[in-house]
Each structure stands twice: as C-alpha cells, then as structure tokens.
C-alpha cells in the first residue's frame, strides 16, 4: 500500500533522539532545515501517487495492492533498467540528487537476502525466512527505510576486536537474549536517516573469526530505545526563502539528504529483524553485495549531476556571448562527454548485467557500474574546473540577493553586469550565483584562483609568445638537415659526426 | 615613513560611499567583516614596525626616512627576489594569501612608470614627471594603494566603443577640462578597496583609435565624489570569534581581501594623477606591464597556498594513520611535487630575469612566471582532489562546533571519531573541518561525491577482479605465439595467416 | 556471388601502375611486403567462405545469391550491431587491424548513396540509377572496394581553388565529355589500394561556388589509365619467416594495410561511376556521411586494439611475478577500463542510433561513436606507457631472435633472462618482444627512457622521501589551531591576527 | 692526461668476448653499428681536445696535467651546475643523448668513493685507498669507464639468496683469494659497454645478512677472462649512409649507446679493484648514492631531447602553415612548458644542492632532481602526442629516401606533398620522417591512429555539434529559476518542491 506524502511525513515524528547543530530536535518534522530534507524527501511518495509517474515506481503486488517497485529483487536487464530510470527520474527532479529514502535501504536489504539465501543453503540456517516477512512489511506498510553500513573504523590498520581505544569502533552484538540480541557502537556518513521510519545495519568489511561478535545484520525502528542520531551540518543555508534560493539555488531550500552518526547504546533488537549474527565468514559477502547493488544508484544521480554541470556551463558561456569561440566550444565538448560517458556506462551496466547462475538473480554489470562510478567521481574536479574557466572571475565576486534587493546598488549591477544584449542582468547572475555554488572551495574559490591574474589561457599565450622558438627550431633543423641552424649560437661550430669521413 | 598599524587603519575612515550586503557602511573600520578584512591588512605595517622584518620590507630613502621596499621599481635579480621574499612572507603569515595592500596597487603603479617613461620617449609627452611625484608621495605618506584593471566588458566580442547596452562597459573619459579629466564607467573584481587609501585605474585591453577615450590610467582617493564602492560578499563567516575559527579556519576569522565594483559616476581627477589620457596606442603595453609585474604577487601565494594543502593531507594521513601505505605516499609525493615545482619556478622568475635593455628595468622572467602560475591554477583541483580522497567522506561529514560544545553529544563524537590512539579527537576534526573549507563544492561537497558509494580505490578493485583477464592474455599470446590462447572461445579455430604455406 | 580467396588475390594482378620503395611493382601479388598485406586482406574471403563465420559476414540476395551483408545500407540497431560484429570479428582475427577492403570502401559508397538521394530529391537529378547499378555490381562481381577521401590540401589556409603553387592539391574534374569526366588531383593516406580492385573518391570538405569543379564523387578501377599508385613504406620487416614472427609479432609477417599516395592523371571516367559532378553545396554532406559511417568501423578495431594492449600488460606482470601488487593491479584496471569503456561506447553507439527521420536509414550515434574514438586515440598514449611501465626497461633491451639462435649466448639469456619460475623464458621474451613493438618510439624507445635512471614509482619514493614535511605540517597545524607548529623556524613568533584583542 | 679520440677509439680493440645480433665481434670498432655507437661516444675526447670546450670539460690536476672534470667530486652548486654543464652541452650535440662514457661510470665511481669513506670510518676498513688510486688511474690513463647496476633479478618477490632457479640471477661472490676475489653472475640493461675500456660493478638494491655475498662493488677490464658482452640490437639503422640520415635522421648512423647484457663466468678481481665486499648493511647506501648522482645525468639529457621534440612540432607547424590557430599555439606552449620546466628544476637541483655536513659533499637536490626527471618521463608519452596530433597523419604515410630518387614518382610528391608556398617539400619531408621517428609505436603508428577516422579535433566538434544542448540548458535554468525550461520534455511538470506553500 502506497502512503500519502503527508502520512508519511507525519510518520516522521515518532519520538526518536535526535541532534542538529547541538541541539535536540524533539520532531524532526518541525526543525526548519530538516524540514527541508525531508520535503525532498516525500517527493518519492508524491511519484508514487502521481499518475504519470505511478506505473514507473510502483508495481501491483498478488493482493492486488500498489507497492514499491524498488523492493523487488532484479532478475532481468529490463527490471535493472526500470529501476535506474526510477533513480534517475528521482535524480533529475532533485537537481541531481535523489529522494534517497529508497536507495541505501533498498540496496541493504537485497544484500541482506542474497545472503540469507547463501548462509541458508550452505550452512543451514533460517534466516531467510526473517527476510521474507521483513520484505512484505516494508511493502505493505510503505516504510521508508534507510541503510547504515560504514562503522567509524578508529585506526584502520587493526582489526575491529584488536582496536586500543575501546572496542565499539564497528557495532557489535554485547548481548544475545531470548528474544533478540542487543548491539552497541556507530555508524557514521548515513544518508537519509531524518527523512526514514528504520535502517538496516550491516557490516561494512571481512571479519576473522575474533571478530565474529561483528558479523551482525539487523533492521530497526529509529525511534527504538538507545539509538541517538547526530546529524551532521547539511550545506542548507538558514536564510530560507527567496533569499536562499536567489544565492544558493542548489541548497538554498533544496536541502541535501542528512547524514549522521548514528550511535547505538545497547539497543535491543528482535530476532525477526536479525538477518545475521556471528557468521563472520559471510560478512565480506554482504559488503560485496551492497556494493554492488548500490552503485546502481550511483550511476543514476551521476547521469542527472552531470547534466546539469554541463548546463550550466553552456548556458554561461552564452550568457558571456562566449558560445562560438573554439576553445570554448572545446570545453563544452568535453563536459558533454563527461555527461553522455556516464549516462551510456549507466545504461549498458543495466544492459548487460551480471546474473548469478543458481540463483538467477541479476546486478548491474560490476565492470561496467565501476567504470562508471570511477569516472564520473575521478574527472568531477576537472569538470568543475571547466565550469569555473567558462564562468570567469566574476564565478567567485558575484553579488548576493541582498545586493541586487537594494536599488541604489542595483541600478549599477543592472548597468555593468550585463554582458550579452538582450539577456536579462538578473537571468546572468543567478546561473552565475549556481555556477559559484557548484565550484566553490579553497580560500576564495576555484574561479577566483583561476582567474586571478589571468587565465589559464593568458598564460599559455603568455609563454607561446615568450619562449624561445629559434632555439628549439634550430635543434629540429640540425637533426633533420634542414639549413638554417649553423648561425643560433648554441650550435654554431659544434662537432658534426654525421659528416662523411668524420672518422677516418 | 611607515605609518603605524593604527594609523593606518583610522585612515580609512575617509567618508567614502560603500555597501556591503546590500547595506550602506558608513564607516569600514566598524563593519565586522570588512574590519576582518582590514586587520589581514594592517599586518603589512606590522612587519613593518616589526624589527624581524623591517630590513626585509622597507629601505631608506635619501632623506633618510623608510619607505616601503615595493615602491622601488626593480633592475636585478636580487630585488626581484627580496621583493619575491616579501610576498612570501606576507602570504605566508596569511594563510596562502597576502595582505594584498601591496600587490594589485604597487604593480599598476610600476607598470604606469614603465609605459609612462616609453611614451615621453616615443611621442614627448610628460608623463614621467607626475608619475615620480606621486612615487614620492605614496612613499612619503604611506599609502596604501590598490589598482583597478578589470572593466565588466559587456559584450566580450564588441569593441568598448561599439558596445550596444551603453558605452560605459569600460571605464572612459567624459570630459577634459583645464585642471583635469572627468571619468565614468566601472571595474569589476577589484581587490582591497576597503583596506587601501587610493586607487590606480589602467585599461585591461589593447584599444584601437575610435577607443580612444577608454585610453586612461590615473590614480584617485577612494573618497573622491561620484565614487561607490559595492563589495561583493565574503566568504568570511558571520558568526564570528572560536565557533568561526572552529568550523572555517581558513576564512572564519581571517576573512581575504575585499573583491569590489567600482562605480565611477563622472569622477574628477586632476592632472597631476593622470598618467595616460587618450594614447591608445600604448594601452596593449600597459595590459601587458601590469600582467608581467604582477604575475610576481601570483606565484609567491601559490608557495604559501600549496605548502598548506600539502600538509593538510600530510597531517591527516598521519591522524588517520595511513601514511604507511604505498598509495597514500604516492598521493603525497604528488602534491609535494605540486608544492616544490611551484616554489623552483618562482624562485627561477627572478633569477632569471627579464631585463629590458634600453631602461635597465627588470621584471620576471616571462616563461618562468606563467608556466608557475599555469602549473598552480590548472593543477590545483588535482591538489584538491587529492586532499579530499585522503581525507575520506568524513571531509563532509564532519561535526562543527556547536556539535562539539553539547556534552551529550560530544560523548559520542570523542569516543567515535577517534582514530590513530594518541591523537586527541578534536585535532582530527580541527583538521578535518580545515580540509572540508579548503575542498567543499559541487552539492554534497567533493568529499562526499568521491566517497559515497565507495573510494576511487574500491572501484578500481572492484574493475580489476572483475575483468576478463583470460580474454586480454588469450588475446596477447596468440599474437606472441605463446600457447594457451587455442581453447578461449572467441579465438578458437579463427583463421591463421601467419601459418607457413597458409597461402600456396 | 562470393569470390574464393584465392580468385581474389589474382584480380588483383590486373596491370596497374604502382610503386613501392621506389620501384615499380608490376604485379602486387608477387611483391612479397605487398603480398603480405593482400593475404591479410583475403582473409575476408575467408571468412565468407567459411561455415563458421558465412552467415555474420554474408546475406542472400533477391536472386538466391550470397553477397557480403557490409554493401546494405543499415536501417536498424541490429544491422549495425551485425555489421559492427563483423568489423569486430575482422579485427580480432587481424590482432586489432581489419582485413580493410570492405571498411573505406564501403562506407564511401554508402554515403555517396545518402546524399545522391538527397540530391535526386531536392534538385532533381538522377545519380540514385548510378548508386544502385553500382551496388549491384558490387554484389555480383563481389569487388574489393576502398574509398579515398583525403586530398594532400597543399596551404592548409587557403580552399581549393585558391592554391598558390598549384590547382591540383584537391582532385577536380578538368574536362567533361560526352561519356564521361576527366579528373586530376592526388589523395593521399589511401588505405588497402594494393588490395582493392576500385576505388570511390570523394571530397574531404566542405565547398563554395569557385571551387565547384572539386565537388565530384567517382569510382574507378585501379587500373584506369593515368592512375599511379605510389605505396608508402609499411611497418612490414623485410627479414619474414620465423625471425620476423619472432622479432616483430605484430608487423612481421601479418603486414599492416597499405597506406598510398594515389595521382590521377587526367584519368577518364564513364558517367555511369560518377555520383555527384558539380554540385558543391553538397560536398559538406558527403564528408560528414562518410565521417559518420567510417567511424563504426574505428570504434570495431579499437576493441580489438585495446584488448591487446591490455592483455600484453597483463601478461607481462604475471611473467614477471609482478600481478600481486597492488600498484600493478591499480595499472592494469586502468587499462580493463580503457579496453571496456571502448567496448561499451561502441555497443552503445550501435543501439541507440541517429535514424534519419525522411530515409529511415540508421547512422551509429553521432555522439557516443565520436566519444568512442576520441577517448580511444587520446588516451592510447596514457595506455601505451602504462603497459611500457609494467614491462620495465627490458622492453627496450631485449635480446632479438639471431641473439636467441645462437647456443653460445642462449645459455645465458635463458639462464639470465628468466623470472617467474615456471615461465619458460622464451615465452617471456616472445612477449616483450611484443610489448616493445607496441612501445618504441623516440630515441631509446619508451621503456628506455620511462625506467633509464629510475623508474616513475623510483622517483616518487625519492620526494616522498626527501620532502619537508615538517614545514607543510606546521603550515596546516597553525591554521587549524594545532599545537605542534610554534617552534618551526619559519612560522615562529609570527603575527597572530586571530589572537582575541589583537587589533584593540 | 687526455687522450685523443683515435688513441680512445683503438683502445677499445682490446680483445674481449662481444655478441651482437646473435654474431661474435672479433673488433669492435669494424662491426659498422658498434662503430657508429664508438664515433659518437668519441665526441667526448673531441670536446676535451677542442679549444671552444676544453676548459669547461677538463681541469688542470696537481701535476699540471689535464683531467678529465667529471672525476671530481662536486662540493659546491657552481661545479655542479659545471658538470650538467658538461652533460647539456654531450647531449645537445648528441641530438639528445650524451656520449654517455662519462655518465655511469663516474656517478658508479663517486658513489663507490662515498661509500668507501663510510665504511671506513664506521667499521674500520680501509676502501677509500683502493678508491683513491684507481680515481688516479682513471685521471692519468683517462679510463673510459662504464658502471653496471640492474642485475638481471629473476622473480622480484624473492631476496638474492632466496632465488629458485639458481643463485645467480644477481652478482655474487664465489670465491675469496689471496690476491682477489671470483665474481659470477651477470647486469643487464648495461650501457656504453663497446665503448669502455673498463666497468665498475654495484649493487642494485639493499640486502640482508644472507645475502652478503652479493653485496660487492668492484672494476674490471671488459677483456678480463670470463666477461662475455651480449649487445641488444641498437635502433640503429642497418643501410647507413644518405638513405639512413633521410630516413632515420635520429638514429639511421649516430647510433645510440649500446645496452648489454654482461656476464660474468667466474671473473678474477684484484683486490685493488674491489671497492666493497660482505658489508651488506651497506648496499643500500651504494644504490641510493649511485641514484642521486646519476639523475644528474638524467635531467640534463632531458633537457636537450625535449627541446628537440619541442622544435620539431614547432617546425612543422609552420611548415603546415598552421602556426596562426589558436589551438596550435595551445599545444606548442604546453610543449614549451614542457621543455622549459624541465630545464628550470634542472637547474635548481645544482643551484640548491644537498650537502652532507659530514663530508661536504655536495650531491643535485633530492626533491628538485626527482621531480625533474618524473615530469619528464611522465609526460613524455603526452609530448610525442602532440608531436604527432601536429604533424598530422602524414608522420605515419611519409615517403622513404628510395621513394624519394625515383624520379617517376619524385615529381609526384614534390608537387603534391607541398604545403605551404616556400617551403621546399623536401624540407618538409625531411621534418616529417623525424616526427615519424620520434613517434612510432604501437601498430600503424601513433600517428595513424590518432588521425585515421578523423583527428582530435574533429571528433570534438562532431561531440560538440550532436550534443543536446537544450536538454542541458533546461536542467540548469530551472535550478537557477530562469524561465525556458517548463517545456522540454524531460521536465515538463515536474513536481516542484520549491514552490511556496507546496508542502503546506
């Protein structure tokens, strides 16, 4: 059964502890920037109730009743794709980030059935039966659930039990009770954990056997007792309304997912939310299988990210009236290429997947998806600094809302920051307002460095016009046999052992 | 004769007309974040005053009195280097960035001189005369000067004259009247406008006739009538005190120099500050003095600026304990190399430098200095990058302050976001929030995009054990005629031409 | 009707003109360098005539006949897929080069085709009756077929008809006659003309009315007169039999395609191989036709090509003992990414092709093939050196085949020259051999010059080693508020802006 | 005392066991290849009897004799910076090699003398009269002396002593005498071998208490009974004569040093030529010395080949009449940088040395030397790139010297591979073999393949003209609320978060 949005964000506040910027948040509902996250959030639920969008992201389950479409688990190159597209659909209604409350969890749990579906077969447990009727809870009663896996680590070189300083650096099981066991540590960098009614918790490494208290999968409400959430300052701007939206178009109001360090105090979990416990040999199963399925949707936001950095470059570029110089045209050319390799990796991933032969299940191609990943996250930097070489100086001194708000100033702005004729001032400083959020970093920002005392390009013409042609022309020329070398002083007169009859 | 500190900060309480965030400031030395501003700038007369340092940054006059080392328009190899050390020095106690009183302003000016001296040469003018009276004057007053050179420019494919929008893209004159000239227009990206007393105004282009008007360099209060000064915002942070010293290290307190609009709305200017009125021809050659002298500022910051990215990462590989492994060392010798390359080639541009033979001026070598410059700037998001993937997602993810003020969380935060025993907590996330303001960008922040859904190093992994090794070798050995390649599927049985008598 | 291999190889004995090293050639099948490049190229007949690969490479047409499926003109993402297979296929067995007689040629024709029907269409002629008989002729006699495009374009700056030296530095039609044109002119980088019995000539570029007699596609025999053909030296070694397999296992024996300089001397054509004569608003359309269909074919040899490298460099490290690091292992998924994103876009560019709305003719995918290509030829150099850097120095000294003949030294090149235990060391040495074939190039030859003093890895361990850590630790620590700084020599006793009451 | 290049020359027909290509050498100075490496290593007594050179190259010793100035033992910046003097000037004429009978010999024998001292003075031995009186042998008879480092290493996972095969794959002690010691083993990649009289032996790496019989340095004789010389084939070019200069102008007859595989079958040493011998804790300390020296080297050839390759793109830019384009100018400066940058921290590592405070000895700078050479070998392989991108496909398809003289077709390439007016063809012919040469590598050659399918260039814009632009633009104008995006459909009613009141 698909939820309102309402209803699911009322869900939300269900008496869970919960932290922002120091300070408790008694309904996560209520905290203005939270608020934010989770709008985007319900976004999905908004999709699911959306006629043009609802025979994408739902299915009809055997009772006859809607239900998610992302809890299936792919067998097929086809449902692979239909779930990227309902990733990248998420993805380019957030600006290049998805809702996400379907992503870390979704990609957890089907980990946790694969591995169920391993451990049953080979070592005869149960647990798949647990998995089961978690999967038609989650379906029926629509939860959003999130996904925690990476463990704060401590010093990376011992192992989880072999640490110094205590041993909660990875969560683990401190008691086992009739009914279920009782865990304590952290989980840090966890996506979405405002805007999710539970989590699943899986290892993020191997384990030996001394660390088998580690090997521990389990779902759990978040408002269960001992469970803290800290969430981390999101890049939000508290301005808020037309203001933030105005100067910082990506985060203004638009707030990013949440991420948290979530800390479990001795929390009690039942054994029907318990998917593993204590099989360390299976632990670096499940950190393979989350990887692997969750890099489907890396490979999604990445399609929607890079469009929009390639957008925003083009569209400045013809702003500044830029858009027909050829090394400008060069420049878009390879941030088109950045945007469309990533988008055809993305696909063939899903095209050609990796499909287990006793299970039948099916991932996205590892080869592919990691290429994918690898590039889009290894050439952003470049990406972006094309961005910021197209945008010039004016990427790092732009004027904010305020300015532009006061009309003694503004007049001025109007006047001297237009640039091609018949674009508005206004239209030019907001993409630019963007293009300074997107590349922003490191003392004054990346278009301030770039340009300050002139471009990449002025240097490089800076040099052609400096350097010392006759010189390295004369070297070629005296190889080559060409005349006109014998006069450059460094050449003049030196030995010549290629004439005939040097040696003898 | 060197003012002292405070002097020189009262005297920029002249009367001028600013805004800031859209607000109009009465008095700069009052407005907290242009004060931030003005203290990174009053350091200049610190070192100054400062006994260590006045034999490095001033000189004796023939009067008798010190004057500041800049003013002098270099002839050797040894000033260019103590004027170099100068820089350095000031950029280094800034954090990669200087005081910058003494950058933009001390190199328009020397760059007045050089095409002022060239044109009473070529075509009996007199410029030179008010071009010493004033040297003699910013010496004997301590000025503190900025220079202007970047116009809006409009239309960048239109000539300043044949601008449609208005004829005010780039800053002209008006009027010439018996005293002097009257001027309109704007510069853009002006640096320390709020931190100094004066400004000189060059063109950034070559003109040609019917520009003629636009060929203006002069110098001028900045309280002069008609002038407004619209600072663009800072990256410096609001809060102010230990919470901004604490989450933005690098700009909480410390804010950089100011980047302004300059308005000229029909300025008057005498004639013994104007230093070219309607030459167009020499316009080129003063864009072209300006670029070569300043370009010195440029490569003594990017010493300061690289040596702390490259201990940044250095610091936090060591507090992640990772500066053992191969790779980590390897990403370090990188950025060592882009910290030392970028010093030789700066300390290479004065060495060697370029001497003009009929004045026997100096300035840095033009190679040298541009391929310093190039190399930091194109390089740069590489070094960032670099920063960011050592650092790991936490770079995003981290706690601020207010976080680590509430004892009921920061119990969490000390015990989990520990890492190498013996380093205290919070000198890693000191660290971290400093690599966090030095690479955050794009959305998430670089941090996030390269880590969420696992390293650059976790996909090449992942790419090496899932490629098929037996397909590439099956491939190789047969071209080598190494047996083993006979039973790969895609090559059995194909057809061999290099088999003796295959083709009789 | 499909030729046998060996009819095709004495069509080609039919009196032409030609020249290779200087002399002249009057029968290319007994020319043993030209030789070895005809039998490459019979292997497409081969493979026609082969069960095994007949029904990939051949069709049967309306008259029950088979004839090579390459001369359709492709309407869906399966004809190009098949057709792109084909390619694929040709290549692998060409160790990454096809056989190349159906490659040029081919897509000459079938963009002669496209914009001879444009033509008929929107300015009423009659050039789609030449195409089609063409084409039937082409099928039923099975003719080789190479297309020549390039023309030696003389001053690159100036069009055609403007030449200085001469008007001939682009073919052009000099007379037309009542049964046909004469043309004169050269091309030049003419693949497989020794292995071809016509060829279809086209114009490289766009053109304006005076240069309208330029504007003209033909086909022709060979052995027209006024045709010369002059071959340009291949990377064939003249040694052949087991030492050139041995030494050169790429070019030994299995030569490369020919490359040629072909002149045409007023040589007639009948008006029924004349495809356009005239009409120069059209030659844009023929260049970008062909440049669109011929690419399909690069991006097939570039699968083949990057395989290759990738499997030579994986070989090597295993030879080598080399394959468990993790620095190797990080090199050789980069190049399984180089081979798999080729493989990837080149797939992609088949399924999602451009369909020409009014034709209903597909194109490979404008954007994704030229991705393809560019990322295979720009970072073929990145992947070269990659494989040279794996191979190590030896890919530049090792011993040749006379060297391994002779007993007296094989003692202690097989002694010597081993690595792994258990590689026989002529397996390894057959393999670098390869690896330098690949690499060479520049004095000493890649390997050489990467490892001559050191290797890459060799000089990063010296800076890492060598650098002053220290003060780039001080630097970071000193922003961050980190003790551990104040007695470095450069930073102590510095100002301190941020020290509370500084500035009061 | 100097001797002349004939006396240098006969001295080498000493009677020593050589093989090349499979062939005993009875003389090496009549096998014509060997001869060719011999005349070009012969420049070096030409230098040093030549008056231009005479002092840069030679001192005056104590008994006013002249000596040769690289056995000296550099204490100060200034005779480093004279001694890469002597190097740039070897390899400017060696067209960017140096004679190199001064290069691994000397930095061998200073490294031997380094070590010597430290063990004396740590454990008591007495090396440093054996270094001593063969430096005066070497002084006096004016040695040709060559150093052998790399051993041959068998697998590289296992130490010397550890080795499976056999015990030899490193040079070990077999026997101790009274008057000696009998060394057996072999070195490979040696140069310069045909052209020394004598070679001084090292080890190549650090080495542990089992392996101490490998830890030996020592000078031999190259005809010492039990030296067998394999020489590896030479790129040299077998014709000779015109043809090879016109063909192979780099290598066709200066031949390039010789690299050999050494033997050593039970060879006597004197115990005045052993220099170490057992004092494993200090094997490690002759590879690095031997490493810091010899990158002198290094970086000067690198100074002189990048200048070459720099020139040659240069020339042949504008002998295509393309040195106008922007995009042109783009690459010569990067190449440019390239050579300059080189240049520049080649310098540095002289101009700031490292010098121990024990000994004062003065060795190139660590970090600058490394960095110096890593630039270089790192973006050589983007250097040849851009030769070859510039150059065109025509560096793959040029004429041969044969083609040339066959007056037939020589007025067919004089006409037709004209370009621009002026320049003779042969002229640019001439230049394009060298590029050819430069570049080679990989299959058809680098050349071919990056321009074959079209260049670079074209594919961009083929990328650039496909793209969809609007789907781009649209994403990026309604995240920065510029209207024009509501219509495309991709995000054509989108649900819109950021609507006031939408979640109200």
Not at 191 to 211: K, L
Request: aromatic residues 10%; hydrophobic residues 40%.
């Amino acid at each position: 059964m698909i939820r309102k949005p309402q209803e699911y964000i009322e869900s939300l506040n269900d008496g869970r502890v919960t932290y922002y910027l120091g300070e408790q948040v008694p309904d996560v509902t209520k905290q203005p920037l939270l608020r934010g996250s989770i709008n985007r959030a319900a976004l999905d639920w908004v999709m699911a109730n959306d006629a043009r969008y609802r025979d994408l992201v739902t299915e009809v389950d055997e009772d006859g009743e809607r239900v998610n479409f992302l809890w299936r688990q792919p067998r097929t190159a086809e449902e692979l794709l239909r779930q990227r597209d309902i990733f990248v659909l998420s993805c380019r209604i957030g600006f290049g980030i998805g809702q996400n409350c379907h992503a870390m969890g979704v990609h957890a749990f089907l980990a946790a059935g694969v591995v169920a579906a391993k451990m049953d077969k080979k070592i005869g447990t149960h647990y798949m039966d647990a998995v089961e009727s978690y999967r038609r809870y989650l379906q029926k009663k629509d939860i959003a659930l999130t996904g925690a896996i990476t463990d704060p680590k401590g010093d990376r070189s011992l192992h989880p039990s072999m640490q110094k300083q205590h041993k909660d650096f990875y969560v683990r099981v401190v008691d086992k009770q009739k009914d279920g066991i009782v865990v304590r540590g952290a989980k840090m960098h966890i996506s979405a954990i405002a805007t999710c009614n539970e989590v699943i918790v899986s290892p993020c490494r191997a384990h030996r056997e001394e660390d088998k208290d580690y090997a521990v999968v389990f779902a759990t409400p978040l408002n269960a007792k001992g469970i803290t959430c800290i969430h981390m300052p999101m890049t939000a701007n508290a301005a808020g309304g037309e203001e933030a939206d105005w100067d910082y178009p990506l985060h203004g109001n638009t707030a990013t997912t949440t991420e948290t360090l979530l800390v479990f105090d001795d929390v009690f979990v039942p054994w029907e939310k318990v998917f593993m416990c204590g099989e360390w040999q299976f632990s670096r199963d499940i950190a393979w299988a989350f990887g692997t399925y969750h890099r489907l949707y890396s490979i999604s936001h990445t399609v929607a990210e890079s469009e929009l950095i390639t957008g925003a470059a083009c569209l400045i570029a013809e702003y500044n009236g830029l858009e027909k110089y050829g090394h400008i045209q060069d420049k878009l050319a390879w941030l088109a290429m950045y945007a469309e390799e990533t988008d055809v990796l993305s696909k063939a991933a899903c095209s050609y997947p990796d499909v287990d032969p006793e299970t039948g299940l099916a991932v996205p191609n590892l080869v592919y998806t990691n290429i994918a990943k690898y590039k889009f996250a290894n050439e952003r930097s470049e990406a972006l600094k094309i961005l910021a070489d197209i945008a010039g100086g004016i990427a790092s001194t732009v004027p904010c809302f305020k300015d532009w708000k006061n009309s003694n100033i503004r007049k001025y702005l109007d006047k001297y920051l237009a640039a091609k004729d018949g674009v508005p001032t206004e239209h030019r400083l907001r993409v630019i307002r963007m293009v300074k959020e997107l590349t922003v970093g490191g003392g004054y920002g990346t278009a301030a460095v770039m340009n300050a005392e002139g471009s990449l390009a002025a240097q490089k013409m800076a040099i052609y016009k400096g350097s010392d042609w006759e010189r390295y022309k004369a070297a070629a020329k005296r190889l080559a046999r060409i005349p006109g070398w014998e006069d450059h002083s460094l050449f003049k007169g030196v030995p010549d052992p290629r004439k005939p009859g040097y040696w003898e």
